[in-house]
Nanobody
Framework: QVQVVESGGGLVQPGGSLSLSCVAS????????MGWYRQVPGKERELVAA???????RYADSVKGRFTISRDNAKKQVYLQMSSLKPEDTAVYYC???????????????WGQGTLVTVSS
């Protein structure tokens, strides 16, 4: 069974930095776009950043210039480097991957369980 697992959340002061990591595991034939989303209570989950298998990236306007997404295709990992963090960045951050599992022939969307990032003094 394929899954993605996040790590790296925690408490950080405003203006600080934090890194998130996510690894995809299981029988995976093809791993396409991977990304990070976030959600706060009462609001819809929103895209933070995403990266294609070829390295093309896209970011939410609110994080451009502060967050950097990258990936290691060989390790099936995606990373989110967050800097100049603001209290409004506080949320549960979810890893997302579009992949073809072994034995399948179409892309599935897989979500991690989320990791909490709290920006507070």
């Amino acid at each position: 069974q394929v899954q993605v697992v996040e790590s790296g959340g925690g408490l950080v002061q405003p203006g600080g930095s934090l890194s998130l990591s996510c690894v995809a595991s299981g029988s995976i034939v093809s791993l396409n776009e991977m990304g990070w989303y976030r959600q706060v209570p009462g609001k819809e989950r929103e895209l933070v950043a995403a990266i294609s298998s070829g390295g093309s990236t896209r970011y939410a306007d609110s994080v451009k210039g502060r967050f950097t997404i990258s990936r290691d295709n060989a390790k099936k990992q995606v990373y989110l480097q967050m800097s100049s963090l603001k209290p409004e960045d506080t949320a549960v951050y979810y890893c997302n991957a579009h992949l073809i599992p072994g034995g399948e022939f179409r892309y599935l969307e897989v979500w991690g369980q989320g990791t909490l990032v709290t920006v507070s003094s």
